[in-house]
């Protein structure tokens, strides 16, 4: 999955996770020794792009990457098979563990792209840090790879996985898996799912929630374009995701008030992506005249406010 994992928190047939374009980045010997990890990462980043990746970071005896974004500390492991992505830090920490499918450890390429491959397998897996987020991608290889990837989630204490569907109504439903406290607010945000072909051409793909385990399933068949990549990515809630997450939760707001606002939500393709344009908003008037949205973010408690 491109799992992003956005605090407010992305398969090889190319899918959501992965899309053609003409883009071919270089790689030093350098930075990778291995020539299929620089070719998946090749094909991942024609997909994703690279604006936005942090390529610059630290390692320790157990993790091949370790940066800082806006939704705290990453930490990418070596060995995919025993260690965790973790992303926060010790106290309020998420945990995503990979499938057990038997991946090599990790090698990080120029652009910041880590690669888990084995050429035994019909599947790799990559990890991206950008300045927001952490994605985790999947890259399927061929139609003998299997159709259904989960990841076993360790969660901060008192959250569990909730989807759009069930925290904003099926009306408002955007694809988003949300990781919600005992209070009801969001505390992060996994991104919808998402899978394009080697053609560009989108995969249907979806989430299944299991406790708190996130299954990404990926419907490729006989006359997909291999490769597919697909991604769940993260994102902790910051900044003005915090303000549209507590007004979501909150038994302070008027019914009509938040009906609105999940109106307009669902209509900028989901909670993370309704909390960018608002950062980026001078005025409420300026976001109603774009079209984009009615509503101006000053501060963590000005959201939703005419």
Not at 133 to 154: G, M
Not at 229 to 242: N, R
Request: proline residues 5%.
């Amino acid at each position: 999955m491109t799992m992003r994992i956005t605090r407010l928190i992305p398969l090889s047939v190319t899918g959501a996770m992965l899309f053609s374009c003409v883009f071919h980045p270089n790689f030093s010997e350098a930075s990778t020794s291995d020539n299929g990890a620089s070719s998946t990462a090749s094909v991942i980043e024609q997909v994703t792009g690279v604006d936005g990746l942090i390529d610059q970071g630290a390692s320790d005896s157990k993790n091949i990457f370790i940066a800082d974004n806006e939704s705290g500390t990453t930490k990418v492991p070596k060995n995919p098979e025993s260690d965790p992505i973790i992303n926060g830090n010790d106290m309020d920490s998420l945990k995503i563990h990979f499938p057990k499918i038997g991946l090599k450890n990790g090698v990080l390429t120029d652009n910041g792209t880590v690669v888990y491959e084995d050429k035994n397998h019909p599947v790799d897996f990559s990890v991206q840090v950008t300045n927001e987020s952490v994605r985790s991608l999947i890259k399927i290889d061929n139609a003998s790879a299997p159709h259904e990837y989960s990841f076993t989630l360790d969660l901060p204490k008192g959250t569990k996985l909730v989807s759009a569907k069930d925290y904003l109504g099926e009306e408002y439903d955007t694809g988003e898996v949300f990781v919600v406290d005992s209070d009801n607010i969001i505390q992060g945000v996994f991104d919808p799912a998402w899978a394009k072909g080697a053609n560009g051409k989108p995969v249907p793909t979806n989430y299944i929630i299991d406790g708190n385990k996130l299954t990404q399933v990926i419907n490729f068949n006989k006359n997909t374009a291999i490769p597919v990549v697909a991604d769940p990515s993260w994102t902790k809630i910051a900044k003005c995701s915090g303000a549209i997450a507590w007004f979501l939760g909150s038994n302070a707001v008027p019914a009509a008030k938040i009906i609105k606002a999940k109106k307009y939500i669902k209509a900028l393709g989901g909670l993370r992506k309704s909390a960018m344009l608002l950062i980026k908003a001078s005025t409420w008037e300026e976001r109603l005249r774009e079209g984009k949205v009615e509503q101006l973010c000053k501060s963590w408690g000005d959201c939703f406010r005419r």
